[in-house]
C-alpha cells in the first residue's frame, strides 16, 4: 500500500500547521462572527487551510483504493479460475453420482447370460452369478471411488475459493483502516491549526470555545462491510461522508457569557 497511509503526524507537518495556525489567526481568519455563523448552521467550522488538508487526506484515500483494485485484480482473476473449476467439478460429481446410481443397480438377466461354451455348462451357473456379482462389486467400488475423488477435489475448490476471497476481504478492511488512519492523521493536523490560530487570533479567548468539533470527510467505501462479493468491494458509487471530530472535549462553563463576545467585551472595556 501507498506509504502516505502508513505515516505518522511528523514534525514537518506539525511545524507548517502551527505556522499557518498564527499566521491566519494574526490574520484574524476566520473572523469570529463567520466562526459564530457556522456553528450555529452546521455545529462546526472550518477553513481554507483545514479544507486543503481535508483535500490531502481525499487525495491519500483515493490512492490507497486505487492500490487495492491494482493488487486485488491478480487475486480476482485467480478466483474466476477458481470458480469455473468449481462449476465444471460440480458437473463431474453429479455424472460420478450418477455412474454410483448406475453401479449399484441389480443384476441384469442379460449380464447373467453365458458368454462362453464353459459358462453355459449347466454346473457353472453358481460360478457365473459368483462372477458377475464381483464384477458388480468391483464396478460399485470404483464408481464411489470416483465419486470420492471428485467430491474432494470439489471441497478442496471451495477451501481455494473462501480462502482468495477471503484474502481480498482483508486487505479491502486492512485498506479501509488505512483510510481512517489518514482521515486520524488529518484531524490531528487540523486540531493543531486551530490551537495555533486561536493563539495568535485578537478574538482566540472567544474563538477557544468555539471549536470544539472540526468536520472531516471520508468516502463511504471506507465503511462498507466488507461482506460483498470480492469483485464489488470498493465498487460502488464514490459519495463523501460527513464525519464530526472532537477537537476540545465539550465544557459549558468554557464558552463565553451571553452578551460577551469580543465586540461587547471592547465596548465594555
Same mark, same amino acid.
Given at each position: 500500500?501507498?506509504?502516505?497511509?502508513?505515516?505518522?503526524? %511528523?514534525?514537518?507537518?506539525?511545524?507548517?500547521?502551527?505556522?499557518?495556525?498564527?499566521?491566519?489567526?494574526? $490574520?484574524?481568519?476566520?473572523?469570529?462572527?463567520? @466562526? #459564530?455563523?457556522?456553528?450555529?448552521?452546521?455545529? @462546526?467550522?472550518?477553513?481554507?487551510?483545514? $479544507?486543503?488538508? $481535508?483535500? !490531502?487526506?481525499?487525495?491519500?484515500?483515493?490512492?490507497?483504493?486505487?492500490?487495492?483494485? =491494482?493488487?486485488?485484480? +491478480?487475486?480476482? *482473476?485467480? #478466483?474466476?479460475?477458481?470458480?469455473?473449476?468449481?462449476?465444471?467439478?460440480?458437473? *463431474?460429481?453429479?455424472?460420478?453420482?450418477? %455412474?454410483?446410481?448406475?453401479?449399484?443397480?441389480?443384476?441384469?438377466?442379460?449380464?447373467?447370460?453365458?458368454?462362453?461354451?464353459?459358462?453355459?455348462?449347466?454346473?457353472?451357473?453358481? @460360478?457365473?452369478?459368483?462372477?458377475?456379482?464381483?464384477?458388480?462389486?468391483?464396478?460399485?467400488?470404483?464408481?464411489?471411488?470416483?465419486?470420492?475423488?471428485?467430491?474432494?477435489?470439489? %471441497?478442496?475448490?471451495?477451501?481455494?475459493? /473462501?480462502?482468495?476471497?477471503?484474502? !481480498?476481504?482483508?486487505?479491502?478492511?486492512?485498506?479501509?483502516? =488505512?483510510?481512517?488512519?489518514?482521515?486520524?492523521?488529518?484531524?490531528? =493536523?487540523?486540531?493543531?491549526?486551530?490551537?495555533?490560530?486561536?493563539?495568535?487570533?485578537?478574538?482566540?479567548?472567544?474563538?477557544?470555545?468555539?471549536?470544539?468539533?472540526?468536520?472531516?470527510?471520508?468516502?463511504?467505501?471506507?465503511?462498507?462491510?466488507?461482506?460483498? /462479493?470480492?469483485?464489488?468491494?470498493?465498487?460502488?458509487?464514490?459519495?463523501?461522508?460527513?464525519?464530526?471530530?472532537? @477537537?476540545?472535549?465539550?465544557?459549558?462553563?468554557? %464558552?463565553?457569557? +451571553?452578551?460577551?463576545?469580543?465586540?461587547?467585551?471592547?465596548?465594555?472595556?
Amino acid at each position: 500500500m501507498t506509504k502516505p497511509a502508513q505515516q505518522a503526524y %511528523g514534525r514537518r507537518e506539525r511545524r507548517e500547521d502551527r505556522r499557518r495556525g498564527r499566521r491566519d489567526g494574526k $490574520q484574524r481568519t476566520p473572523a469570529f462572527n463567520d @466562526v #459564530l455563523a457556522m456553528v450555529a448552521r452546521d455545529g @462546526v467550522i472550518t477553513a481554507p487551510y483545514p $479544507q486543503y488538508l $481535508q483535500s !490531502i487526506a481525499l487525495d491519500e484515500m483515493t490512492e490507497l483504493l486505487a492500490t487495492f483494485v =491494482r493488487q486485488s485484480k +491478480p487475486r480476482l *482473476e485467480a #478466483l474466476e479460475v477458481l470458480r469455473t473449476r468449481y462449476a465444471n467439478t460440480k458437473k *463431474e460429481l453429479d455424472r460420478a453420482t450418477d %455412474g454410483v446410481d448406475a453401479a449399484e443397480e441389480p443384476l441384469t438377466e442379460e449380464e447373467l447370460l453365458p458368454r462362453s461354451r464353459a459358462e453355459a455348462r449347466s454346473d457353472q451357473t453358481v @460360478v457365473l452369478r459368483s462372477r458377475r456379482t464381483a464384477a458388480r462389486a468391483r464396478r460399485i467400488t470404483a464408481a464411489h471411488a470416483a465419486e470420492l475423488e471428485t467430491h474432494n477435489r470439489l %471441497g478442496e475448490l471451495d477451501n481455494q475459493i /473462501a480462502a482468495t476471497a477471503q484474502a !481480498i476481504r482483508s486487505e479491502f478492511v486492512l485498506t479501509q483502516t =488505512r483510510a481512517k488512519q489518514v482521515s486520524a492523521r488529518g484531524a490531528m =493536523r487540523v486540531s493543531a491549526y486551530w490551537e495555533h490560530l486561536v493563539h495568535a487570533h485578537a478574538e482566540g479567548t472567544y474563538l477557544a470555545p468555539l471549536i470544539r468539533y472540526t468536520s472531516q470527510v471520508l468516502p463511504t467505501w471506507v465503511f462498507e462491510p466488507a461482506t460483498g /462479493a470480492p469483485e464489488t468491494l470498493g465498487q460502488g458509487d464514490y459519495e463523501l461522508r460527513q464525519v464530526i471530530e472532537r @477537537v476540545h472535549p465539550p465544557d459549558q462553563d468554557t %464558552g463565553p457569557e +451571553p452578551g460577551c463576545g469580543p465586540e461587547e467585551h471592547k465596548e465594555s472595556a
